[in-house]
């Protein structure tokens, strides 16, 4: 069976590889580019954080997307589909290194997974799980069409976190302008 690979105008989705390993960790070492999804680990908490996304498509079918840049082959994110046990709802989620930001990429690649997610996943609704000052991901969700919904909660190890569940239906999003 060929590896799903989703496709934009800038950017190749597919699942993570070993690969990716190096990006990964150095994202996952940059304390600003992860100050709202968990915060900086070392390597070897890098390497078992890839592993948990690997698994999560091994088991679920799905999980967030390795996030290639098409004019430079670089790995500069992962994004995409993400619900483990005890999650608030079906997200579509995004991180990005910070030599990506302010390109658009969230929003592009953000949009395509939702795609997918509501025609091949059967996904009825997605939520962002944001950390009330994370300005930038809100200003993503907002693009996509999302809405605020209230507060949330993640499961441990993040129930004290305070999170904004932000998201739309798939009748919002198939009848938004695009």
């Known amino acids: 069976m ?5 496709e934009t105008a800038r950017l190749i989705l597919r699942p993570p590889r070993r690969e990716d390993f190096d990006g990964w960790a150095a994202w996952k070492s940059d304390a600003e ?3 709202f999804i968990g915060g900086a680990m070392a390597r070897p908490q890098a390497w078992r954080d890839l592993l948990t996304m ?27 589909p993400w619900m483990p ?15 990506a930001w302010g ?14 997610a509501f025609a091949a996943l059967g996904w009825t609704e997605v939520i962002h799980s944001i950390d009330p000052n994370n300005d ?14 209230g507060a949330g909660r993640l499961p441990v190890p ?21």
């Open 158 to 178: 993040f129930e004290k976190e305070p999170i904004e569940i932000w998201g739309q239906t798939r009748e919002q999003w198939c009848g938004r302008d695009r």
């Open 136 to 149: 930038p991901s809100k200003a993503v969700a907002r693009r996509l069409g999302s809405t605020l919904r």
């Open 85 to 99: 046990e005890g999650w608030p709802g079906s997200e579509i989620g995004w991180g990005l290194t910070r030599d």
């Open 103 to 116: 390109k658009g990429y969230a929003t592009e690649g953000a949009a395509a997974t939702i795609d997918w």
């Open 54 to 80: 690997a698994g999560s498509w091994s088991i679920q079918g799905f999980g967030m997307f390795s996030v290639i840049e098409k004019a430079s082959g670089r790995w500069v994110g992962r994004l995409g």
């Open 2 to 6: 060929s590896e799903l690979v989703l």
């Open 33 to 35: 580019a992860t100050r």
